[in-house]
Nanobody
């Protein structure tokens, strides 16, 4: 089993940037594809994007494409979500999740979840 911890959230002005980290313990993260999700108050959880085990493949939701970048450093057991050009509508709790199957993230499925980190974008 793998445990995930997200860090890096906070308050940022619109147009700014944040980098979230998802650090794994328990099992090496290189065994898993990793996805990012977010949930705003009163809204359903939304897929943000995902990265394959090796980092060779990524996909992003249309709402964040060209603004967000997912990368990973398997030596550090960490996956990153770099968020640029942030908008107030990006405000949410961001979660990372791990799964054996990279394609499963497209339908919102994951086996292991972190506790989330709050991102607030002010206008």
């Amino acid at each position: 089993q793998v445990q995930l911890v997200e860090t890096g959230g906070g308050l940022v002005q619109a147009g700014g940037s944040l980098r979230l980290s998802c650090e794994a313990s328990g099992r090496t993260l290189s065994r898993y594809a990793v996805g990012w999700f977010r949930q705003a108050p009163g809204k359903e959880r939304e897929r943000v994007g995902a990265i394959s085990r090796t980092g060779g493949s990524t996909w992003y939701a249309e709402s964040v494409k060209d603004r967000f970048t997912i990368s990973r450093d398997n030596a550090k057991n960490t996956v990153y979500l770099l968020m640029n050009a942030l908008k107030p509508e990006d405000t949410a709790v961001y979660y990372c999740a791990a799964n054996d199957d990279f394609t499963a993230f497209r339908v919102g499925l994951a086996n292991y979840w972190g506790q989330g980190t709050q991102v607030t974008v002010s206008s």
